[in-house]
């Protein structure tokens, strides 16, 4: 039996995380654009990042999520029970995700692309998820897995950059800068609302962060940016669109 998929609004993009504030680090920006431009974007973190070192417990760390989640504007956010810090690839893992990608019917996935080195190994693990859930959301005569949860092909797959990672993310060489030039300060904001990760103390980061952002905007011509892979070479239909977005 298929089972019904009426009751999820369909989204454009699903960003994909393995710790609430991963997503906002890589591409806060990017996503607050694409609210303002319409699409429907939607945030899976496949754990709840708990435990923390200074965090009271996960409901506190969930009530952050949600408010950055409505800093930036997205219309989604989902956090699966999938286990922080012993995070693996794993059947399970990759059912649950893709799950998801049944139920909400992206268009692109973004996710992680390559280690995090000196930062947390389930990132490592996010990406291989990510990369087999987006096949397995697509897989015919396998329902029982699935909920009855009707097929779903994922037209593409990009890679953001949460700022650890090698400049060439395994080897793709297709990167591009997305300009958030007018929404860099909303994803400042969204990361501010992880006030148990960023403490006064920690005030450093969100100047590497905004430093970060203006370095990769302006190599591209922008006042700030955010990074991208695509995992298939980009074409386009407009040379001159894309040779002179401004
Ligand atoms: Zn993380």
């Not at 999938?82 to 794993?90: T, V």
């Not at 692309?113 to 859930?133: E, F, N, R, V």
């Not at 329902?143 to 949860?149: K, R, Y």
């Not at 990009?158 to 994803?187: C, M, N, W």
Request: aromatic share 10%.
């Amino acid at each position: 039996m298929t089972a019904s998929t009426d009751d999820y609004p369909r989204l454009d993009v699903i960003a994909v995380g393995a710790h609430p504030d991963d997503v906002e680090i890589a591409c806060g920006g990017t996503l607050a654009r694409l609210v303002h431009q319409g699409y429907h974007v939607g945030i899976i973190d496949l754990t709840d990042g708990e435990p923390t070192p200074k965090s009271p417990g996960p409901e506190v760390r969930l009530a952050e999520a949600q408010a950055a989640a409505a800093a930036l504007g997205v219309h989604q956010r989902i956090t699966l029970d999938l286990p922080n810090r012993r995070l693996f690839d794993s059947f399970e893992a990759r059912v649950a995700l893709a799950k998801e990608f049944r139920k909400y019917r992206p268009k692109i996935v973004i996710g992680f692309g390559d280690k995090t080195p000196l930062a947390s190994p389930d990132h490592w693990q996010a990406m291989l998820i990510t990369y087999a859930a987006v096949f397995y959301s697509r897989l015919t005569k396998w329902d029982e897995h699935f909920d009855g949860l009707p097929v779903h092909a994922v037209s593409a797959q990009l890679y953001f950059r949460l700022a650890f990672e090698p400049q060439t993310l395994v080897g793709y060489p297709s990167h591009f800068t997305a300009d958030i030039s007018e929404t860099l300060e909303t994803k400042i904001d969204s990361i501010r609302c992880y006030a148990t990760q960023f403490p006064p103390e920690k005030e450093y980061v969100f100047d590497r962060i905004r430093g970060a952002a203006m370095l990769a905007g302006a190599a591209s011509g922008f006042q700030a940016g955010e990074v991208f892979v695509s995992a298939r070479p980009l074409g386009t239909r407009d040379l001159v669109k894309t040779a002179l977005p401004i």
